[in-house]
């Protein structure tokens, strides 16, 4: 399978623990977003990168989140001291970005990781 | 700013029979929109993008889109549904560069037999 695959496909983690997920994009992707979706909602978009640099952080949740690409392959999101709020699924996409128009960089999603948090 | 607005959370058809999904946006600039799916336990797939090089729009699957700026609409159509488009639709407009993506609410399709 050549897709976005995101580890694990499941956490559950007590209130307080940090919990980390990591992502990895399509080979030759040179994007890779973060979302977080919650139930009966559409995903929202949390930050991104181009190859290793974070080009957008300003809409993750909070201080507790952070991101990181440091080889600008695979993707990790760490969440810290989770709250039952954190309860989501956080998806992953990658995309080929060429500086072209917007709808030439078409994301494309992994399957989750689904986090409760108790 | 962008948004997507879908009309309804849940759409009923019966197999065999034409389906619409709802969406209208806002966007200051020409929008890219998009439609995707989602299954169960699956990644969001994409099913159509508009690019405006054309305001009817055909994706995967046999679905349709059609852009109408005057109305801001870009609604999902398909003639015939089929047991296998029971899936979450998302309608999605992006933001000049492509780099955020904003999601509607979704719409629950349920195909009857």
């Known amino acids: 399978d050549t897709g976005v695959s995101q580890d694990p496909r499941h956490k559950i983690t007590k209130r307080g623990q940090n919990v980390t997920f990591r992502c990895d994009p399509i080979s030759e992707h040179n994007r890779l977003y973060w979302y977080r979706q919650t139930l009966g909602q559409g995903p929202e978009f949390l930050t991104y990168?181009?190859?290793?640099?974070?080009?957008?952080k300003s809409r993750l949740l909070s201080d507790r989140f952070s991101a990181e690409r440091p080889k600008g392959s695979f993707s990790t999101l760490e969440i810290q001291r989770t709250e039952q709020g954190d309860s989501a699924m956080y998806l992953c996409a990658s995309s080929l970005y060429s500086g072209g128009w917007a709808g030439e960089n078409i994301q494309y999603f992994g399957a989750g990781t689904r986090l409760s948090v108790l | 700013a962008q948004s997507v607005t879908q009309l309804d959370s849940h759409v009923s058809v019966s197999e065999g029979t034409p389906v619409l999904l709802r969406c209208n946006y806002s966007?200051?600039?020409?929008?890219?929109l998009f439609w995707y799916v989602q299954h169960p336990n699956k990644g969001l797939q994409l099913l159509l993008k508009?690019?405006?090089?054309?305001?009817l729009v055909k994706g995967i699957n046999g679905f349709e889109a059609e852009f109408k700026k005057s109305e801001t609409s870009f609604h999902l159509t398909k003639p015939s549904a089929h047991m296998s488009d029971a899936a979450e639709y998302f309608c999605?407009?992006?933001?000049?560069?492509?780099?955020?993506?904003?999601f509607g609410t979704g719409t629950s399709l349920t195909v009857i037999p």
């Open positions: 966007s200051s600039y020409s929008p890219s």
């Open positions: 508009y690019t405006s090089a054309a305001t």
């Open positions: 999605v407009v992006s933001e000049l560069t492509g780099n955020q993506f904003y």
């Open positions: 990168f181009q190859n290793e640099a974070q080009l957008e």
